[in-house]
T-cell receptor, first 113, second 114 residues
Framework: DSGVTQTPKHLITATGQRVTLRCSPRSGDLSVYWYQQSLDQGLQFLIQYYNGEERAKGNILERFSAQQFPDLHSELNLSSLELGDSALYFC????????????FGPGTRLTVT | GESVGLHLPTLSVQEGDNSIINCAYS??????FIWYKQESGKGPQFIID?????DKRQGQRVTVLLNKTVKHLSLQIAATQPGDSAVYFC?????????????FGTGTKLQVIP
């Protein structure tokens, strides 16, 4: 158990819909990262937050957005969903800003039908 | 574009033997390299990282070797155990652009034969 929690575990929704994925980092970790893992593209970094502020942006679509709240939990919002958004979405946390040792949550499996 | 790739998609190793998992990278300006382990149904797990100014770094039963001349990264696992069965993939972080430019390899599946 990494100490990072993600909800829900599974999510099935239709194209065009909007969903929110939630992540609680390990106790004491200030950085939260979001990743997408699909069969055809492997793991892709989406976005990083540190202590409530966006710090790094990867291959995140404009239809996706994220935020980190004062209690340090984070949410990833996916809107206007397409079939190609079906993937595993992982959240990870780390203690500091430039810490590469990240702890990953169990992931949310999103299926768009 | 720049990419990180793996030579072998599947590696079968006898329990107790050493395993070597390879990764080729194309961006000579990469600053950090990380190895992850991902067991079935779980999130990736950080194993070890190495900075570009190092050639070798050792952890518990694992060693990462970096050969910048041929842009090659390897992960050596000593005395491989059944619990080591997983997909292993590397990641590289470029000096310019930082973590937002991180790229991940596709992964090698390690199967440990009891």
């Amino acid at each position: 158990d990494s100490g990072v929690t993600q909800t829900p575990k599974h999510l099935i929704t239709a194209t065009g819909q909007r969903v929110t994925l939630r992540c609680s980092p390990r106790s004491g970790d200030l950085s939260v990262y979001w990743y997408q893992q699909s069969l055809d593209q492997g793991l892709q970094f989406l976005i990083q937050y540190y202590n409530g502020e966006e710090r790094a942006k990867g291959n995140i679509l404009e239809r996706f957005s994220a935020q980190q709240f004062p209690d340090l939990h984070s949410e990833l919002n996916l809107s206007s969903l397409e079939l190609g958004d079906s993937a595993l979405y992982f959240c990870a946390s780390s203690q500091g800003l430039g810490t590469h040792e990240q702890y990953f949550g169990p992931g949310t499996r999103l299926t768009v039908t | 574009g720049e990419s990180v790739g793996l030579h072998l998609p599947t590696l079968s190793v006898q329990e107790g033997d050493n395993s070597i998992i390879n990764c080729a990278y194309s961006n000579s300006a990469s600053d950090y390299f990380i190895w992850y382990k991902q067991e079935s149904g779980k999130g990736p797990q950080f194993i070890i990282d190495i900075r570009s100014n190092m050639d070798k770094r050792q952890g518990q039963r694992v060693t990462v070797l970096l050969n910048k001349t041929v842009k090659h990264l390897s992960l050596q696992i000593a005395a491989t155990q059944p619990g080591d069965s997983a997909v292993y993939f590397c990641a590289e972080i470029p000096l310019s652009g930082g973590y937002q430019k991180v790229t991940f390899g596709t992964g090698t599946k390690l199967q440990v034969i009891p």
